[in-house]
Nanobody, 124 residues
Framework: QVQLVESGGGLVQAGGSLRLSCAASGRLFSSYGMGWFRQAPGKESEFVAAISRSGGKAYNVDFVKGRFTISRDNAKNTVYLQMNSLLPEDTADYYC?????????????????WGQGTQVTVSS
């Protein structure tokens, strides 16, 4: 069992930046693949980015390429999502998730543990 706690959300103007953090409990963090998803009001959850357990493989979806970067620090049991050049359409609740297989994937069903989310609001 692992507990995930997101932080770093808030209100930012379009064009601004935020860095989300997801802190994990337990000693097995370095064995988990990690992912970020988001859900905007009235919309379905969507995949944002993922990273493998070692951090050697990281990827994100096209609509955040060049703007968002996922990274991890296994010594701190933390995964990050650096978000730059934010747009109003990035407004959503952002969730981190842990994949026991270690890969990090783009589908929700690949993940075993979820955080409670952090809210990001981008004003125009």
């Amino acid at each position: 069992q692992v507990q995930l706690v997101e932080s770093g959300g808030g209100l930012v103007q379009a064009g601004g930046s935020l860095r989300l953090s997801c802190a994990a409990s337990g000693r097995l963090f370095s064995s988990y693949g990690m992912g970020w998803f988001r859900q905007a009001p009235g919309k379905e959850s969507e995949f944002v980015a993922a990273i493998s357990r070692s951090g050697g493989k990281a990827y994100n979806v096209d609509f955040v390429k060049g703007r968002f970067t996922i990274s991890r620090d296994n010594a701190k049991n933390t995964v990050y999502l650096q978000m730059n050049s934010l747009l109003p359409e990035d407004t959503a609740d952002y969730y981190c998730a842990a994949d026991r297989r270690g890969f990090g994937a783009s589908t929700r069903t690949s993940y075993d543990y979820w955080g409670q989310g952090t809210q990001v609001t981008v004003s125009s």
